[in-house]
């Protein structure tokens, strides 16, 4: 079983950054790739950007593109998302996922690849 963390949530005024960690526990052996989803409020779940620990290959949503930046440590399988020139838009709960399953960006950009989910950390950009 694994078990995934997110931490770094917060305030933030628009044009400003803001840095989001997780951890993932248990199992990690497992797990091929992690990604960042995010919630706004009346809006569904969608998808912000993935790392798989294969070959590195990082993927991006439009809307972060240029904006956002996934890092990750493959031993340790924790990832950090680098947020700058953020926007009141971005105002959403955050969540790390994890999916033991080797695949693409086009699939890693879905929610059913992903079988472990954080609790979510909220980020709040004031305009």
Not at 62 to 77: E, H, L, M, Q
Request: proline residues 3%.
């Amino acid at each position: 079983q694994v078990q995934v963390a997110e931490s770094g949530g917060g305030l933030v005024q628009a044009g400003g950054s803001l840095r989001l960690s997780c951890a993932a526990s248990g199992s990690i052996f497992s797990i091929k790739a992690m990604g960042w989803f995010r919630q706004a409020p009346g809006k569904d779940r969608e998808f912000v950007t993935a790392i798989t620990w294969g070959g590195g290959s990082t993927y991006y949503a439009d809307s972060v593109k240029g904006r956002f930046t996934i890092s990750g440590d493959n031993a340790k399988k924790t990832v950090a998302l680098q947020m700058s020139s953020l926007k009141p838009e971005d105002t959403a709960v955050y969540y790390c996922a994890a999916s033991p399953r080797f695949l693409d960006g086009s699939y890693l950009q879905k929610e059913w690849p992903y079988d472990y989910w954080g609790q979510g950390t909220q980020v709040t950009v004031s305009s």
